[in-house]
């Protein structure tokens, strides 16, 4: 048993988080200048790219990828980077070419697209010249449970129909978002975890049609592509751009999300790491009645909270890393599953708490706070509510 | 000691219940269109004020204020209207004029204006036809300690000068907000609570600069006018603005506090009932794995906790009423602390299972929910952070 | 909507609150001294039979039974009382005659018993010149579940003869104990709540076998007659020992269940008190690194918690009692499910901080905590753990 | 970084569980028999000699002690030992002599003792022919704060003199426990740190008076010689007993906290993970209205949270010991106050919930639930409450 990171992982660690610090954290400013300054467009603005480039110029590039195509990272190792991203949610995972749903759909890609389909489309992924969309959950049904799609992609001749609503499909406000990747039901009456499917939907293929922006909280997250409530109607598509085989979906899906929920919890650590060291500040420099913030006994306790869960689910979170690397995501399921609710919901507490110390300023805009609050929130949400994940992993423990 | 409301509350609680239902809520659909029509537009929509002829014609006016000038209610006998209007926080208070921050203002006016400020002043007030904001809260100071307050307020021969920089004065940036209720020290060599006074600061007076609007957690409340941050430059005003005696600030803040947290509380109760039948519809309607969620021993854990919590704490804060209206303020003040620190999260915990149990739906602008739990959240901040009131009461308890 | 106490409870509480501060609690020493010197014996030592001459020579007897047997007072009327006695659950409740299960059999005779039942059992009860236990729960039952009972009451020509095994006794170690009253079921096969009977066996009665004491806890609260494992072999009693009808045990155990329950919760409230009471006094008695305890934010907030929980459980408490009075059992179902759940779980909390401001005197027997947080806790379990309460509770919530 | 056991650590894992499962556990029913048949015995009945007799013979004895003299494990090896022998507190940890406070006094005279010392008390206790107490917590001070030990040792002559009064001095009730590290200042003048001493006081010198047992919640453990109050009058011992230097108590105090903490947290995690165990096979053999506990939400949702509670806090201490081995106590700082804080209170929610689902024989001696809840709350006032660790932890996370 050993605690310390490889010497590669450290040194990646020291250089993404001098980066960040140089970088990404004073870009955020000029992030919302450009915002504000185009009230209506949906996408990145200049700003992204430029990091960007810089980053990509370090070698600090697709750092998620194991593997020649990308970084060579293992799980164990990619975590503590992604930890450092959570820092700066709007601006870092993005600057590193390392931003949710880019990410996944790109491991999908990866491990099930064929030649044609990593040529056309995994290539400018990588490249970061185009993004992408990943359309699963329904505003009619209840996501958690598969079964409950409703989405339907019809076999015709050479060709697949699709026809479904999707919602949350984040990105997809932006036209730089160029290909979806849609799950639906090929086969209803399939084996329950065979009746799904996944299969490429490029952007501008006649039917698809993006009804609404969706947001969180109040905010419409546009720098991102914003989050889409996308129809589907009769939408036309060759039959190779099915992924992998007609009922795979819902393995494939599988497959994308103990990644995900790595990165995921991973980031959301490094957002409870920067609120933590927002309070910190707050706290020094804040006096009522005399006496710093910081000298307050209810303050001291929630720093050494947030301090302690930061800690104990970090560890949590990377031996969960570990076993992905070493005995693979089944094996692994207690642990994603852990990590998928009680990440989250620390973090919430964190961050609430940092409002809290900043008083007014922490709902507004003039700090991070109530943004990575929405966000945070959101993740306890995303992939199924926290209580599916509960009774799940209650009822396994439960088994004699 | 006796758990029903008297025959007069009764009937208007039946009367404001049926309005509420009938009028109320299904316009609130009708106000998201029309702020969707006009995006950059502050302050209230047309459907307001429809409202709020509807209302005067029915007689449910000016419920909050005791005395001739209003109702002529208790402050028991409002609480539970107040409730009601916390179904639709944005539109319901406003259509009775009984919305924040224009009740607090104009019970500074009735309790301690003189007869020509009550009539150039209380009195538009009352019909509806102006707005006000109340300006408190600094930037730079933590204002739960009243003698951080920096604003000046200089006597210059039959004027006052006003110097200083306020912001979330809550309605300030719709044109309709005529006057303002400004804080600040008039003589800071006073005793600590004889520092500050109250001055009336008509909006287009010379020097009266708004700064900027602020946001809480993404939204603008601009149909309420926002919450602005306001520069008042060398603004200059006639000495009969003063509101009382020069000194007397610190007491009207206290008066006008304890029917504020009432009003409050009561509303934030039925923001936690609104949410609570939310929960109710949603959890019966879903279904997953083949149950629905109101079948779900975790949904209804949270629904019996909902239900003690707002049974247990609408007592309290009915009591608190009950002792305002018997042995006044200062006698209450245990009961003030106390419900100004438990009622906003537990509504807060209510509406975020409620956004749980909606999934996407739940942080989406599809439901009330979010913006109701970031109405919610911003009052464990609004006169001072809880834990400032958790301190003061916990001295207070351990005084032997 | 009135909060005060009428006159006649007034007056009562201030006479209950005098005798508990100059009798009983001085006594509380007393009884651990009677105890210690008789360290095998099994039911009140003689200090219980000097409180009790004293009380009932105030007038101060069998406060909890309404009509003229008792003291005549509602519900409403006696709970603050019950608080009071709270404050020493192990000698003020015996010392008013109001102890439990003794005071819940004395209303079942009452409301429900022949006039010979009366004559023979709930005299002598009234004067306290015996003491009863209740012989509900089973060991290997579910027995929130009333069809789980397993006990068997057989009509035999003029007797009827009992079947089965008891715990969780309240009392029936003590000689004292003259009277069980048992529930069983007469016919398994009728309606789910019309299978039980409740039937009075006398404790020297063949077959009747006191099998061992259960601890709670390490405490055997052998001055209370402790708890007891009692087979039924075989025991024959007479046909007119049946209390009520045959199936209608389950209907007297309901009506027996909603006094009970306020009882046991404003004697949690009065607990929480004592431990507020104490924590008090120890964090302004106890200095580390320079400051007293009560001069620390986490003590003070705990004070402060302690207080709003006191408070607002209280008036629900109340409220309920009042509903049983005006408006009977059934209809307040929701509030006495709500106080079941709520009460006790807070004051454990109350307590739990008590004792870690004591330190390891919190724990031990020095002071009075760790005695009350084992009968707080045992609390969250008699009469069915909270969590069938909270679903209870919430499937009606829930319904539309 | 590698998250699996070595394999000498895993080897003993198993060797230790086996021995746990085949020899410890089904003996605790032996225990509560020869207990009960020697009602007012203090010290270990004989099914601990037997116990201890079988594990020296397999090898396995003193695991806890580095180095030749014991086991030769390093922190991170011995952590998941000590977790095993969590299962069963009161057999286990004294089977493999590896019972607290005997361990950390081995600690102590290994460290710091003398070659005469060691001789003629590590030797005994090694061998496990004698016990010993730990005296350092005093019944009038705050020993949170070790500026507050009243207890004098002072130098005459050859001799040195005790006076002062301890309290929680585990196993001193029993005549096995032959020697007493008594901790006292010999400089109340000297520097905060360097005013405290250890003493080596044998039990049977003249002046040392074993005043009374104290109980826990109820129990006296006198199975483990329970916890004496102990007064020393003027007791006098040759000088050669000081251990160390004169002003070096605080210092070997804090050298002994380091391990003692990782040892207590383990067991405290094998306590939890008992719990679960007992939660899980209650949960599926018990049955109401229809259904098993263990289909019931919350029930599931509680095996949940134990999961990853016990997971995360889990490699928190693990890591803790890691860097005990690694980089020292002084480095590990945060992390040994994180688990003081984080491991008792986790565990001690996870016995209440077992508790909870066994219904009355939770709080009974039917099952060890109630007894490891007392042992587990306890640890949270051991070595100073969790505020103040708290808050030493907060503060240095606030520091800039």
Do not use: C, F
């Given at each position: 048993m050993d605690f310390s990171h490889d010497a590669r992982t450290q040194e990646l660690i020291e250089r993404v988080r001098t980066f960040?610090?140089?970088?990404?954290?004073?870009?955020?400013?000029?992030?919302?200048?450009?915002l504000a300054a185009a009230p209506d467009a949906w996408g990145a603005p200049p700003i992204v790219g430029e990091l960007q480039a810089k980053a990509r110029a370090e070698g600090l590039w697709n750092l998620f990828l194991p593997g020649a195509d990308g970084a060579g990272l293992s799980a164990l190792q990619y975590a503590p980077l992604a930890e450092i991203t959570g820092w700066s949610p709007r601006l870092a995972?993005?600057?590193f070419n390392c931003a949710a749903p880019d990410t996944g759909n790109m491991e999908v890609l990866h491990d099930f697209g064929t030649p044609a389909q990593k040529e056309r489309w995994l290539r400018p992924l990588l490249e970061g010249s185009i993004r992408s969309s990943f359309c699963m959950t329904e505003p009619d049904a209840?996501?958690?449970?598969?079964?409950?799609?409703?989405?339907?992609?019809?076999?015709?001749?050479?060709?697949?129909?699709i026809t479904g609503r999707k919602w949350w499909s984040t990105g997809a406000m932006s036209p730089a978002a160029q290909i979806f990747i849609v799950m639906g039901k090929t086969d209803p009456d399939a084996d329950r975890h065979r009746?799904?499917?996944?299969?490429?939907?490029?952007?501008?293929?006649?039917?698809?049609?993006?009804?609404?922006?969706l947001s969180v909280f109040g905010y419409d997250d546009r720098d991102h592509g914003g989050h889409a409530e996308i129809a589907f109607e009769d939408v036309r598509v060759p039959a190779e751009n099915l992924i992998g085989d007609e009922g795979s979906g819902f393995a494939i899906a599988q497959a994308r999300l103990g990644p995900g929920r790595i990165h995921h919890c991973m980031r959301a650590l490094g957002m409870g790491e920067r609120a933590l060291a927002l309070l910190t500040a707050r706290a020094n420099a804040r006096h009522t009645f005399g006496r710093s913030l910081a000298d307050q006994g209810v303050i001291r306790e929630?720093?050494?909270e947030a301090r302690i869960q930061l800690e104990s689910?970090?560890?949590?979170?990377?031996?969960?890393?570990?076993?992905?690397?070493?005995?693979?995501?089944?094996?692994?399921?207690?642990?994603?599953q852990a990590i998928k609710i009680a990440v989250p919901r620390a973090v919430q507490t964190i961050i609430?708490?940092?409002?809290?110390v900043h008083g007014g300023a922490g709902v507004s805009a003039d700090t991070p706070l109530a943004e990575l609050y929405a966000g945070v929130r959101s993740l306890r949400l995303a992939d199924g509510p926290d209580e599916v994940h509960l009774s799940s992993l209650g009822r396994a423990q439960l088994r004699l």
């Open positions: 960040v610090d140089d970088h990404v954290l004073p870009a955020e400013h000029t992030l919302d200048e450009q995972p993005v600057t209840a996501s958690s449970d598969a079964t409950n799609i409703a989405t339907r992609i019809r076999r015709e001749g050479d060709s697949y129909v009746q799904q499917s996944m299969i490429l939907v490029p952007r501008d293929t006649p039917g698809v049609r993006i009804v609404r922006p929630w720093a050494a689910l970090r560890l949590l979170v990377l031996k969960t890393a570990w076993l992905m690397d070493t005995v693979g995501n089944r094996a692994a399921m207690t642990e994603i609430d708490r940092a409002i809290q």
